[in-house]
């Protein structure tokens, strides 16, 4: 297959999305949808797609919230979902529903060129906070959007308010290093947190209308299969999965015990639901 154009300084995160990254998430695909979907339907009803509009999913990973764009905008609209791995956009094509006007591209969505002014919105679900320069990144995503169109996507907010995410990985640090410190414009998971820097990285790339709302929200690590299902989450995903990269089978085992018994504590029937805390972050490309 021909490689796409891509940004250099983007190389790291390639490198991982179509590595580890990548191969965590397609095979856990089903139930990490599952355990996500509470931020779809937030993300969805704030995004407000309407029939026939044409979007762009950036950062779309497998697929599921183009699935949902799908939906909103009919067979009259257009989804075009832009991913930098290989393996999450393989699944998607395989899931994507025949003969419908949804489509996935291999690109950098950093140097991607978009058809100009050809779209109603930009969208994504946590795949914007892996760019290297993210105002360059959006200001060349920009360019897509029809003067008037719309930004609508769900970032991580501190690490602190996303206990989902870092009960595992504080856990894992009784056995593991820690990971290489990161610095607050580093990109990851939790590169969107700061209300200032998104705000400042939306306004040099040109966007208006900037505007932020803190969603707090339980998300049941579980997905209703109770406790061995949770650790799988936990080992597999985010921070944690990236602290035990690697590491001998004796350190993942005490520490899948370790993080065995920490959620038992939280567990809720079938459940094991923890905080997790977003921003829905939406904004217009000006007339
Ligand atoms: C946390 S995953 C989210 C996937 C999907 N949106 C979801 O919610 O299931 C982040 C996604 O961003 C993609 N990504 C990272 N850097 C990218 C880039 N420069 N251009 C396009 N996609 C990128 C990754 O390949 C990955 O699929």
Partial sequence: MTQPAVDARNADQIAYWNGPGGRHWTDRQQLQDVVLAPVSKILIERA????????????????????????????????TGVDISEPMLG?????????????????????????????DMLF???????????????ANMRKALRPGGRLAFACWRTPRDNTWMMLGLQEAYK??????E?????????S?????????????????????????????????????????TTL??????????NQPPDKIEATTQSIRTMLASHQ???TIPLGGSIWIVTATNPR
């Fill in 48 to 79: 407000a797609v309407k029939a026939g509009e044409t979007v762009f999913d950036i950062g779309c990973g497998c697929g599921a919230t183009s699935f949902d764009l799908l939906t909103q905008v009919g067979p009259g609209g257009h989804v």
């Fill in 91 to 119: 699944r998607a094509r395989e899931l994507a529903p025949p003969n419908m006007p949804i489509e996935f591209v291999l690109a950098d969505a950093t140097v991607y060129p978009f058809p100009p002014a050809s779209a």
């Fill in 124 to 138: 994504s679900r946590f795949g914007v906070m892996f760019f290297a320069q993210p105002s360059d990144s959006f």
């Fill in 175 to 180: 056995y593991v290093p820690k990971l290489p």
């Fill in 182 to 190: 990161m610095k607050p414009d580093d990109p990851g998971p939790f």
């Fill in 192 to 232: 969107f947190a700061s209300e200032e820097r998104v705000r400042r990285i939306l306004g040099e790339a040109g966007f208006s209308n900037v505007e932020m709302d803190r969603v707090d929200l339980l998300l049941d690590i579980a997905t209703g299969r109770g406790l061995e299902a949770a650790i799988e």
């Fill in 236 to 245: 597999a995903i985010g921070p944690t999965s990236r602290a035990l990269e």
């Fill in 268 to 270: 809720k029937g079938d």
